[in-house]
């Protein structure tokens, strides 16, 4: 529920706006299964990268960003939301600001994101990501109300003093100790393996490279549902026009995205420069119409998680406990790919226990959360 001052929209929205009683056990199964196929989009999307060969890491990224950030969002916008269009351009320029620079930060975050992926793989880097983006899309909201709103409920302080905040808390501290052993399993992998194992699977393979950048990719990530809740009341003016529940937030993505191309294409526009490959669009020695074809295929598989996502948080009607639950189907299924591809091949029984064990305490925590926010929603104290 968003608050309203002075007949323009603030970022203070309650996260936990409806009651559970007004939620069915059916809308509660399709909420799960639409952010499951969110997890399998999320999961899988950096798998048809591998496939591009001859190009920077940089030409592949913006390409299929092209495609994640600008073609499939307006598409799926065009399809399922009428006039969107006009709804952006009459919706007050604060809410759109607002919208677009948490895009803007999320846009570091999966900007940092990639780069984890080169240096951690899939299992390791989404596992530290996805924990560090659970735990601090559940602490900020709360902690920025109490510093920069009038708020009473929903507040940090209010969290320390009811049960489901303090649930939450809980969770994040579980969440960080898995972030820890994952880490841990990372060191005792770095030990076993010779650099030309650990660059089998993953080439550009740096543990501690990708520990810092998955750590700012997981904090920033967080941004892109304080960006769908600061756009609230676009996807209330889509309702108004007619448009079905399901695809409400279609139109917050559109700007939400707009935020997130215009980080990464200034970064990778700069590492083109930079690096000398902006030849790599028109390389003939590398496979052109295949990269352009798999760069596409990343790009709309990678919006399909948040296609999905809108769906199940209408249904769930949380945006806390969406988020938290969208966060750990993506760790399960990159987890599975991490396995399929064979990152952590030649380990240790050591280390192949410690990375299951910092998986499965990062995956409680999760939802630990998530259960903190339920009962926060449904006025658990």
Known sequence: ?????????????????????????????????????????????????????????????????????LIAPFTAAYLTIPDFMNIILNTDTTILFWTYLLGILWGIGGLTFGLTMRYLGMSLGMSIVLGFCSAFGALVPPIYRDLATNNTTGTFSSMLQNIGGNVVLLGVGVCLLGIMICGKAGTFKEGDLSEEQKKESIKEFDLWKGLVVATVSGILSACFNFGIEAGKPMAEAALANGCNPLFQNNVI????????????????????????????????????????????IAGVTWFLQFFFYGMGESKLGNGASSWILHMACIIIVSNLWGIYFNEWKGVSTKTYKTIIGGIITVIISVFIVGYGNFLSGSGGH
């Not at 059916?26 to 798998?47: E, N, P």
């Not at 995205?257 to 490959?277: A, D, P, Q, S």
């Open 1 to 69: 529920m968003t608050v309203y001052q002075n007949g323009k929209s603030s970022f203070t929205t309650n996260l936990s706006s409806i009651p559970k009683s007004t939620i069915t056990s059916m809308q509660v199964i399709f909420g799960v299964l639409y952010h499951f196929i969110g997890g399998v989009a999320s999961g899988s999307f950096y798998i048809p990268y591998k496939k591009v060969q001859g190009w920077s890491w940089e030409s592949y990224w913006i390409v299929g960003g092209i495609f994640s950030w």
């Open 253 to 296: 993505f559109v700007v939400v995205l707009w935020g997130g191309f215009t980080t990464n294409f200034i970064w990778c526009m700069l590492l083109n420069t930079r690096n000398k490959t902006f030849g790599d669009y028109n390389n003939k020695k590398a496979p052109l119409k295949r990269n352009y074809i798999f760069s596409a």
